[in-house]
């Protein structure tokens, strides 16, 4: 199947949902970084939050990434799983750079071979890793939340509304995040939920709502033939 093939398989409201979520402008734009990611490097797609749980959703299987010219150490480190015919380079025997957790993250070593080395996500925090080389070597959304990372490291690391609750963020501290009124309502939240977070009315109202949800919250919305609604 063509890379092409592959991403008209998710339907086009979907990519634009997601990308709107990450607040990237369309399809188009999240190629142009994906491509120049293959030549300069993957930290831009980390830091735009295109792990490999978003890029899947995409469209971008791992072997679409390839043809793109990725190299396997950039997909296992964006989080994805490597085929299992392939057996895993050493790590470094150096003792320099086996002491060193931020040298082992960029080495490609996978969150199961770390515990048993004795690390845990502190000490990768302490080294400097972000957030999203973590979860790509393997480790929790939990582990991080309870290593200390914050809203904002997690949202840089591909994580959505819904999961950054699930590890025990409220709603009002994603709010208060900057989380916007798009991403909420892609996550499933009412009109009248977002209104009890004290959200900004015309945010909700140009949030993707239907004129219906809208008006029965009792927000005015001015519809196309220049008439309030």
């Known amino acids: 199947m063509s890379l092409k093939r592959e991403i008209t398989n998710t339907t086009s409201d979907a990519r634009e949902k997601i990308c709107a979520s990450l607040n990237i402008k369309g399809v ?10 293959a030549a300069a490097g993957i930290q831009r797609l980390l830091q735009g939050r295109l792990t490999a749980r978003i890029l899947i959703d995409l469209g971008y299987s791992r072997e679409g990434m390839k043809k793109l010219g990725y ?10 799983t490597l085929p299992h015919s392939r057996k895993k380079e050493p790590t470094p025997t150096n003792k320099e750079i086996k002491d060193d957790p931020q040298q082992l993250i960029a080495e490609g070593a996978r969150s199961s071979e770390l515990r048993s080395k004795g690390y845990t996500v502190h000490h990768f925090k302490k ?10 070597a393997g480790f929790s ?3 991080l939340k309870d290593a200390g990372y914050n809203i904002h490291q997690l949202r840089n690391a591909g994580l959505r509304v819904r ?14 995040a900057g989380v916007s009124a798009v991403e909420m309502r892609t996550a ?3 009109v009248r939920e977002l209104l009890n977070l004290d959200y900004n009315p015309n945010h909700i109202i140009t949030a ?21 609604r």
């Open 71 to 80: 190299s396997d150490t950039d997909l296992e480190r964006l989080g994805y």
């Open 163 to 176: 999961e950054l609750i699930q590890v025990g963020f409220r709603e009002q501290e994603l709010k208060n």
């Open 141 to 143: 959304d939990h582990e």
């Open 188 to 190: 499933g939240y009412s």
């Open 208 to 228: 993707g709502y239907s004129l219906n949800e809208l008006i029965r919250e009792g927000l005015s919305v001015r519809t196309s033939d220049g008439l309030e």
């Open 127 to 136: 080294a400097g890793c972000s957030a999203g080389e973590l979860i790509a």
């Open 28 to 37: 188009n734009q999240v190629h142009k970084i994906i491509v120049a990611g």
